[in-house]
């Protein structure tokens, strides 16, 4: 059965408006993603990895051509559009953490999912599922300034993966921890990805990354210059 | 997700303390403010109507001009038959005669002849009636110190410090010395029954009380008394049927050119009373507006300050998919929740030391000298039902329009840069 992108790029450009005049970050990219990917935009700093994610994650807009993200295209949603396709269908992962300080690791990723509106019961289900994908059951009612950085960001993942998301989008998600626990969040990613076909996309510069993609997309000056499959060494 | 704010604000004591704390203190002001100023007005108001102007009061216009010296040659004459219609006329209200004079009271020594005098200004009033309000109205069967309420004619009521003094005792003569309604002297003697304290210097230096009666005959002012006032059955003033009152009464002598002819005024035409009885009615506005004028400022920028800690989990929301207008309305929703917090610590403390107040007073004694008004020394707070929601006024408002306003920032924010904003 043929797999469909849920992701087209078409001619994507966009621009910043810098003093006078205005810098081109991203420019003509034509892009496809489907289902089940595990994707790394890859490319010096400035590149537009990130501006790239950013369009995607429906938080910014192109300039000119045309994003369409599960049928929905990007420059013509409203504010209350692009909130509704990030609660449901999309989440991030960041290099820090970004987690409610107050609220234990139970609450923060059911947090997610009462922005769902989802009932209670099924919730407790799918939070303790979810924290047990990131293997963080016996946290449950830490507080994040209790959890060492590789804790924290399998709970930001656990929060971002608990509403079982179309598609991860993760920016240098692990710039700020050390090779083990690098290594132990990217083989959680990569068995979600595999278990729940859920579509990742990085951005990184991280070698270790690389390792466990099985797509390259390498960026530079704003376009793609090299779009490769490839077998991932870690398996 | 009610629940889930809760959480937060039992938690991020950063979020809750200090805002709980400026509410609890604005709300327990404006609570303990309303219940002193409603205190201190209404017994103002009360004195002045028991004491001096009734809720309404009926005079000659001539007395009425010079009201301040109660000159009784200018007084109501024929005032039996005046009562006798006034209650046919208006049965809500109970009207009483009362005469006002000054004179000199003589203290005589066991030969007859004067031992001390002293300046006293009296009343008349009716003691003997049955079933008359009068004595409680002025609060005169607490404020005796020795004795008892005068019981036949002859009998008088003299003031505490007068008989302290210049050593006067219960069942001692006591001559005062007057002017008739007709202008001449005249001399009475009286039998001191009891002495009082009314707690009001201009009464407790040198006063004479005595029925009605007496001072008619006293005085020289058979059926005539300086005023005639009326009290509100109901016990309390309602201006706006006093304000009915006299102008029907006043309507029935408007052909009259007679300066003899009499005139009714309400309580608000007593010089001062107006003004205090109109600041009575604004006054809890007042002290709202105020107390939610400054809390604003404050929450507001404890609002910015909690905003700037709290921008990380903003932006995250926001790349969560929750709405602008979703995380605005929760952060009302917090406000809501701290400003009632904070609203039912404020009313419970207020409430305390209003109920203090209602109860023990403050001794004002020395630093009012009411100018021409009577002013009671002791002023207590006097707790309403409004007491009870009135701190919450200002508590949710400012907790409430101060986050409102710290919350527009939540609107300028621009998703576009979140990701960038999130890695810091
Ligand atoms: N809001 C903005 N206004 C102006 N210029 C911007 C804006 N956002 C990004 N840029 C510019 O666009 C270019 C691409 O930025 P982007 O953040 O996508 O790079 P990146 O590939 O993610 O780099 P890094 O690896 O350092 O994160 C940079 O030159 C940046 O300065
Ligand atoms: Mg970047």
Redesign the interface.
């Given at each position: 059965m043929e797999n469909p992108a849920i992701i087209t790029i078409d001619k994507l450009i966009k621009r910043f408006p810098v003093g006078n005049g205005e810098f081109t970050a991203l420019n003509n990219i034509n892009l496809q993603f489907k289902k089940g990917e595990f994707t790394g935009l890859v490319g010096p700093s400035g590149s537009g990895k990130?501006t790239l994610?950013?369009i995607i994650?429906?938080?910014?807009?192109p300039t000119e051509g045309i994003v369409t993200v599960l049928d929905h295209s990007i420059a013509k949603l409203t504010?209350?559009q692009?909130?509704?396709?990030?609660?449901?269908h999309?989440g991030?992962i960041?290099?820090?953490y970004?987690l409610?300080p107050?609220?234990t690791v139970y609450?923060n990723v059911?947090?997610?999912l009462?922005?769902q509106h989802m009932p209670a019961a099924e919730r407790r289900k799918a939070v303790l599922d979810a924290l047990e994908w990131v293997g963080l059951t016996d946290k449950i009612n830490s507080k994040p300034p209790q959890l060492s950085g590789g804790e924290g960001q399998r709970v930001a993942i656990a929060?971002a993966m608990v509403k079982r998301p179309a598609i991860m989008l993760a920016?240098?998600p692990t710039a700020n921890l050390d090779s083990k626990n690098s290594h132990h969040i990217l083989q959680t990613m990569k068995r979600l990805n595999e278990e729940l076909q859920t579509t990742f996309i990085f951005a990184t510069h991280d070698e270790k990354v690389m390792g466990y993609l099985n797509r390259i997309i390498s960026l530079e000056d704003g376009k793609v210059v090299k779009d490769e499959q490839v077998v991932p060494a870690k398996n | 997700?009610i629940q889930?704010l809760f959480?937060?604000i039992i938690?991020?004591k950063n979020r809750s303390v200090l805002p709980i704390l400026v509410i609890s203190l604005g709300v327990f002001l404006t609570v303990l403010g309303s219940a002193w100023f409603k205190g201190v007005f209404s017994d103002m108001i009360n004195t002045n109507a028991n004491f001096t102007a009734g809720h309404v009061r009926v005079m000659t216009r001539a007395y009425a001009e010079n009201v301040d010296q109660t000159p009784n040659d200018l007084a109501l004459v024929e005032v039996d038959q005046l009562i006798n219609d006034l209650d046919n006329q208006f049965p809500d209200f109970e009207w009483v005669k009362r005469t006002h004079f000054g004179g000199l009271l003589d203290v005589p020594n066991e030969e007859g002849e004067t031992r001390a005098q002293g300046m006293a200004i009296g009343q008349g009033i009716d003691f003997f009636s049955p079933g008359t309000h009068e004595p409680e109205r002025m609060n005169i069967p607490s404020s005796i110190v020795e004795g008892k309420l005068p019981g036949q004619p002859g009998e008088a009521l003299i003031s505490d410090d007068f008989a302290k003094r210049f050593k006067v005792n219960i069942g001692d003569p006591i001559t005062l010395f007057g002017s008739t309604m007709y202008g001449g002297m005249a001399f009475t003697n009286f039998t001191v029954c009891g002495t009082v304290r009314f707690g009001m210097r201009a009464l407790d230096r040198g006063a004479i009380l005595i029925d009605i009666s007496d001072a008619q005959i006293a005085l020289d002012m058979a059926d005539a008394a300086g005023e005639v006032l009326g009290f509100q059955k109901s016990g309390n003033y309602d201006e706006e049927r006093a304000l009915q009152v006299k102008d029907a009464f006043n309507a029935q002598y408007a052909a009259d050119s007679d300066e003899f002819a009499p005139v009714m005024q309400r309580l608000n035409d007593q010089a001062f009373l107006g003004y205090y009885l109109d600041l009575a009615k604004y006054m809890s506005s007042i002290v709202i507006f105020i107390f939610v004028l400054a809390m604003s400022i404050v929450l507001w920028n404890t609002g910015l300050l909690g905003g700037l800690r709290r921008y990380?989990?903003f932006?995250?929301r926001?790349?969560?998919?929750?709405?602008?207008?979703h995380i605005y309305g929760s952060l009302i929703t917090e406000s809501i929740i701290i400003g009632t917090i904070g609203s039912v610590v404020g009313t419970i403390f207020g409430l305390a030391a209003g109920y203090y107040l209602q109860q023990h007073g403050i001794d004002m004694g020395s630093a009012m000298q009411g100018g021409g008004m009577m002013l009671p020394t002791v002023f207590k707070a006097r707790i309403g039902p409004e007491a009870f929601y009135i701190g919450f006024i200002p508590g949710l408002i400012s907790m409430v329009l101060g986050n409102a306003l710290a919350g527009i920032a939540i609107y300028r924010r621009q998703?576009?840069v979140?990701?960038?904003e999130?890695?810091?």
């Open positions: 990130t994610l950013n994650g429906s938080l910014d807009t504010h209350k692009s909130a509704q396709l990030r609660n449901k999309l991030f960041f290099q820090t970004n409610f107050v609220y609450e059911e947090f997610a009462l922005l929060r920016d240098e | 997700m889930f959480k937060g938690r991020d990380n989990e932006g995250m926001l790349a969560m998919g929750e709405e602008k207008r998703t576009a979140l990701t960038k999130l890695s810091v």
